[in-house]
């Protein structure tokens, strides 16, 4: 698939290795890895930064490598259940953060016409994500403005 914004092709990544079971080295108890994400959830750090530190600094000292094969479910149906979810969805909320030190960027530096066209592609990324989210995760009359960035993050 092309990318979005530029004339190249977009790169192949990597597949996930298929698995049914967690592998025999892993030997953590599911209650204690939901546990853990609802804590990691409660810090207030998004659901990838979650899977990384399960990842690197595990339940106990055993790291665990998949939190589906793990528990059963998916973290974020883990962070769903127990009410630990974010305000906004996380892509939504990454993006948003980008534009709004692009925009700050731009306010200082008025000359950087590539971060201008960066600031238009990363805004359109945001209404794409704005109109896909809305009525569900995002109120039905929600729409995307700086000032609106801004207060969202704020809370």
């Known amino acids: 698939m092309a990318r979005m914004h530029t004339r190249r ?11 049914d079971e967690p592998p025999e080295w892993s030997d953590v108890d599911a209650e204690a890895v939901e546990e853990r994400v609802v804590e990691l959830a409660e810090q207030g750090h998004d659901p990838s930064v979650i899977g990384m530190k399960l990842r690197d600094e595990g339940v106990k000292g055993t ?42 960027h731009m306010d200082e530096n008025p000359q950087d016409h590539q971060n201008k066209r960066a600031l238009q592609n990363t805004e359109s990324k945001i209404r794409r994500l ?24 704020e809370e």
């Open 9 to 19: 092709r977009g790169s192949s990544g990597s597949d996930k290795p298929v698995a």
């Open 130 to 153: 704005a109109d896909y989210y809305r009525g569900d995760e995002l109120d039905a009359d929600f729409t995307y403005s700086y000032d609106v960035a801004v207060e969202l993050l």
């Open 63 to 104: 790291p665990v490598p998949d939190v589906k094969l793990a528990t059963g479910k998916k973290l974020t149906e883990i962070l769903e259940e127990n009410d630990a979810t974010g305000d906004l969805p996380e892509d939504l909320r990454s993006l948003m953060e980008r534009a709004i030190g692009l925009r700050e």
